[in-house]
């Protein structure tokens, strides 16, 4: 016999933009649970459809990553091209997966831009109190053809 089954059990209802009666959706006699969010390929979604959780996430896999790349970072016999090149492969595109598909809003970017400007000084080893802007320290360790955050993510976005 062949044929569709469906097993509630394994089905989880998400609404988005709906009015403020949630319906209650079954298979069978079973009730399909109603969820807040959930994560979907890596990323968290939620019924707001904004990204700020998505991007904390982000942000703690990526600190993982770079805490990851600690005795890297504090050798001052690799080059800083050599620490660019690493930071941008195994630190930035981690940070920047999927963000084609974020809808950010000033906020997320400021955070992205906060996170990445104090990734940059542990690198450079210059701290707030040398009185260096970040634009600066992005340019030492980006050189002037790099570009920061938002300039990476804006022509990638989904229109």
Known sequence: MFGMHFYPSKY????????????????????VEYLDNFTYLGSLINLNGLVSDDISAW????????????????????????KRRIYCAAVRSVLLHDCEAWPLRVEDICKLLAFDHRRLRNITRICRDHRVSNGEVGRRVLRNDGKSVDEVVNPHRLR
Not at 63 to 82: P, Q, T, V, Y
């Open 59 to 82: 942000i703690q896999k990526v600190r993982l990553a770079f805490a990851n790349l600690r005795h890297l970072w504090r050798r001052r016999d690799f080059r800083l091209s050599i």
């Open 12 to 31: 989880k209802l998400l609404l988005q933009d709906w009015p403020a009666s949630t319906p209650q959706l079954r298979i069978g006699s079973e009730v």
